[in-house]
């Protein structure tokens, strides 16, 4: 993604010029933590920043730029990764100007991770940049978030995020992909089109054939596991969030269904509750994709109670 592309992206243009005024007025932020919608930028905008805080184009090399992530198959950033950090930010700058470093997804970062980052905030070194990326911000402990200013990336509209992909990506079924996946053109753009609406159908024809009670929920629960999980489950909560709607004598979902809060809920003992209470387990799983939790069995569960 080039700078050119991600600076037409209109949705960002707000947080692009309250960031550089800051730094024209030489109020760069210690602890810059970005929370950024799913696809929506925010580790794009991250970029952006280290490099004009940096003054350089390429950053792949640059002595004073550290990007701390997820390594190989972790799901948690861990504390030796905290330390490296430290100890490469406690160096005197190459250049003579800021360090930065880049920590996404800082919601990622475990217990010993956070309080060795804790430690950093408290005690920066001098002329430091620290840039978090979280999509879940609420993950990370109140003392860290107390200590960084705070930008949130929302997700787009959905009429910019399709025009951007159409210029910047090329022509596609990019209206259905949004569908499967919310407005999140940047998470698109990296994604083949036809393989989403491909795994699509196979989630939605599963969803059919498990109600019907042809196909098994232990079954389909290890298939789903085994390959595009997260994208299965959000298929299966757009399935849950339509049938939802039609329950309530609302028709067909809608985006801002999807992207906000929940419908007001039915009466209680009401069959459309049960989707409701299904909706919400769902949600939780998709949010704890990146722990060690037991996804096959905990999908099985939610499976076996659509046919109970």
């Not at 309080?115 to 978090?132: C, F, Q, R, S, W």
């Not at 407005?183 to 969803?207: F, K, Y």
């Not at 999807?258 to 387990?281: C, I, K, M, W, Y």
């Amino acid at each position: 993604m080039t700078d050119s592309n991600l600076g037409a992206a209109p949705w960002l243009a707000a947080a692009r010029e309250q960031l550089l005024a800051g730094y024209q007025q030489q109020r760069v932020p210690h602890a810059l933590l970005i929370q950024d919608a799913p696809g929506a930028g925010g580790a794009q905008l991250a970029l952006w920043f280290a490099q004009l805080v940096l003054g350089e184009q390429a950053l792949e090399r640059h002595p004073d730029f550290t990007r701390v992530g997820l390594v190989e198959e972790s799901k948690q950033i861990r504390i030796e990764q905290a330390r490296e950090l430290a100890a490469h930010l406690a160096l005197a700058s190459h250049q003579g100007g800021y360090k930065v470093a880049l920590i996404d997804p800082a919601d990622a970062l475990n217990w010993n991770a956070a309080n060795a980052l804790l430690k950093l905030l408290e005690e920066p070194p001098p002329g430091t940049v620290l840039i978090l990326v979280a999509q879940q911000p609420s993950r990370l402990p109140a003392t860290i978030l107390s200590r960084c200013q705070r930008l949130r990336i929302r997700t787009p509209e959905r009429d910019p995020a399709l025009r951007w992909l159409r210029q910047f990506v090329g022509e596609g079924p990019w209206e259905a992909v949004l569908d499967v996946i919310g407005n999140a053109p940047l998470l698109a753009a990296q994604l083949d089109p036809q393989a989403v609406l491909q795994v699509r159908d196979e989630t939605l024809s599963g969803l059919v054939e498990l109600t019907a009670r042809r196909a098994d929920a232990a079954t389909l629960a290890d298939s789903w596991t085994r390959t595009e999980l997260a994208l299965r489950l959000a298929c299966f909560e757009n399935w849950l969030t339509e049938r939802i709607h039609g329950g309530l004598g609302a028709g067909t979902y809608s985006m801002e269904m999807r992207d906000g809060a929940h419908p007001a809920r039915p009466e209680p003992g009401s069959n459309v509750t049960r989707l409701f209470d299904l909706l919400d387990q769902l949600r939780n799983l998709r949010a704890a994709l990146s722990t060690p939790v037991n996804r096959s069995l905990v999908l099985e569960s939610l499976l076996r109670s659509l046919v109970v």
